[in-house]
């Protein structure tokens, strides 16, 4: 990447990041073991199979509102591994009828990822994938449209004071630097490739209801300030102009912006969402068939996914209904 922002010259943050995440010579998403123990971070599926199954209760709790329709496209972006639709379909198996009005699609970009999840998911024949949500066909009864942790890794814009910030190449230093400098508290942030993909997921609701969720706040415009962008290596941050295309990059959902294309819809903390649907009862009723292993990566893996001092506050869920 330093190579290539030295001969032609400065681009944008955004620029940098599609770069970084998506070109076939140097992209992360192309080259990389993403997700894991053995990948740069851990996703809530690959916690605990609870959260998954808290999403398939869900699924489910949405089909039947509307009086179990008998064609349900359930459409995941980004699926990582493959695990949490694994689990919602597991779960989705013992209700009857739902596996049976079924069709999922799984939008992805990764190449790696997505051999992975066609291994995870080779028993459910109705899975089809594509690239872009542009592509996925509409028309069912009744859609859902899944995504967690997706709209963290989309490429942003920065701003310091109006102007675009770039990344250049120094000759001094031989390194990379942000231009402006800007210092962290004046920097603005904008998400563009999320809006164009909100829009067009709120399409694909007709009807129907999406559910998103991610770290990231709910602060208004005038006094959302900060440079959120940042790269995880290994489980370790890093410095994120030393390793694009090496780390995984990801920064702050702005759902103050989401939340406004949406018309009926609910925002609330991972951990309220979570306890609502009955996580506490689940895990209850797990413990006492698991063996003391199991018992202990449940009781952990619950209290990651809703403690506030884990991912319950820190991780948002916004509900979309257009039912
Ligand atoms: N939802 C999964 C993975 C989250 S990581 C989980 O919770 O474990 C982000 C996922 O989005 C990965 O699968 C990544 O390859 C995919 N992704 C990132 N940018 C994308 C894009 N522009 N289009 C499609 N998929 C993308």
Redesign the pocket.
């Known amino acids: 990447m330093q190579e290539h922002i030295r001969t032609c010259g400065p681009i944008t943050v955004e620029q940098a990041q599609k770069l970084a995440?998506?070109h076939h010579e140097f992209g992360y998403?192309v080259h990389n073991n993403?997700?894991g123990s053995g990948g740069d971070?851990?996703?809530?599926?690959?916690i605990s199979q609870l959260?998954g199954e808290m999403l398939a209760f869900w699924c489910i709790a949405q089909w039947q509102e509307v009086g179990c329709p008998e064609s349900l496209h359930l459409i995941?972006?980004?699926?990582?591994?493959g695990?949490?639709m694994h689990d919602i379909l597991r779960i989705g198996e013992r209700q009857q009828g739902f596996l049976e009005s079924l069709t999922v699609s799984c939008?992805?970009?990764?190449p790696s990822?997505?051999i992975q999840?066609m291994q995870t998911l080779e028993e459910y024949p109705f899975v089809c994938w594509y690239?872009?949500?542009n592509e996925v066909p509409a028309g069912a009864d009744f859609t859902i449209v899944?995504?967690?942790?997706?709209f963290?890794?989309?490429p942003i814009r920065q701003f310091v004071g109006g102007q675009e910030r770039q990344i250049r190449y120094t000759d001094m230093e031989n390194t990379l630097i942000f231009s402006p400098p800007g210092n962290p508290n004046s920097i603005k942030e904008s998400c563009p490739?999320a809006e164009e993909?909100m829009k067009i997921a709120l399409e694909q609701l007709s009807p129907g209801v999406g559910l998103i969720?991610d770290y990231g706040d709910d602060t208004p415009p005038e006094s959302r300030f900060g440079d959120t962008l940042q790269a995880v290596f290994q489980h370790k941050p890093v410095k994120v102009l030393e390793s694009l295309g090496f780390a995984?990059l990801s920064h702050q959902v702005d759902f103050h912006s989401l939340r406004r294309l949406c018309p009926n819809h609910r925002f609330q903390p991972q951990g309220n969402f979570l306890l609502k649907l009955g996580i506490e009862q689940r895990l209850e009723k797990l413990m006492a068939i698991a063996t003391a292993e199991q018992k202990f990566s449940l009781t952990t893996g619950a209290t990651r996914l809703v403690s506030p001092t884990e991912m319950g506050q820190k991780f948002k869920v916004l509900e979309i209904f257009k039912r």
């Open positions: 995440l998506y998403y993403v997700i971070f851990i996703t809530a599926p690959e959260f995941e972006l980004g699926p990582g591994r695990t949490l939008v992805e970009i990764c990822l997505l999840q690239k872009s949500l899944l995504a967690n942790e997706f963290d890794t989309l490739m993909i969720i995984d």
